[in-house]
T-cell receptor, first 110, second 113 residues
């Protein structure tokens, strides 16, 4: 059983499109996150979210929006995709000290 | 100043050698500290937590110096399978709220036969 699962694993799309990446965790964790790893391999947090609070890293453009239908899901919606959005996006979840990452979604904008 | 700084390497080390990495962090309010390992095209995975008292897990030893805001990782008797990128990670109060992780850029380690 996959603890944190993301779909799709790969996504190639054209500039200007709107796309979503889905994330689900079956660990019963109360907080979920999105991280971005760019071409220089630098991992940076984008959002953290539990059922009470959304915290947005101020460097994230407002074209990116997290959507959480329930505690086990945190999807990432991206509007008007740009070339610079090409990266690997990792979902993660945590409860206390435990922290688990999904296997990543490799987004390529052409 | 970067929040978590590490030497990116690469470190090319012969199998069986001992190798040490370190990193520094800027936010003195940080609460938790970790080393993660990331293999090529994979997600980061927790290697070990880091405590001021120092902690050991098999061939791996980690140490935290809060006064200097310095974290270290020592790998003894290195194996080919230790080849990876080692990420210094600090948790809390940095862009992602109390539970967000702040990653260093990673140190790339290559163990050579």
């Amino acid at each position: 059983d996959t603890a944190v699962s993301q779909t799709p694993k790969y996504l190639v799309t054209q500039m200007g499109n709107d796309k979503s990446i889905k994330c689900e965790q079956n660990l019963g964790h109360d907080t979920m996150y999105w991280y971005k790893q760019d071409s220089k391999k630098f991992l940076k947090i984008m959002f953290s979210y539990n059922n009470k609070e959304l915290i947005i890293n101020e460097t994230v453009p407002n074209r990116f929006s997290p959507k959480s239908p329930d505690k086990a899901h945190l999807n990432l919606h991206i509007n008007s995709l740009e070339l610079g959005d090409s990266a690997v996006y990792f979902c993660a979840s945590s409860l206390g000290r435990g922290y688990t990452f999904g296997s990543g979604t490799r987004l390529t904008v052409v | 100043r970067k929040e978590v700084e590490q030497d990116p390497g690469p470190f090319n080390v012969p199998e069986g050698a001992t190798v040490a990495f370190n990193c520094t962090y800027s936010n003195s309010a940080s609460q938790s500290f970790f080393w993660y390992r990331q293999d090529c095209r994979k997600e980061p995975k927790l290697l070990m937590s880091v405590y001021s008292s120092g902690n050991e897990d098999g061939r791996f030893t980690a140490q935290l110096n809060r006064a200097s805001q310095y974290i270290s990782l020592l790998i003894r008797d290195s194996k080919l399978s230790d080849s990876a990128t080692y990420l210094c990670v600090v948790r809390g109060y940095s862009g992602g709220g109390a539970d967000g992780l702040t990653f260093g850029k990673g140190t790339h380690l290559i163990i050579q036969p």
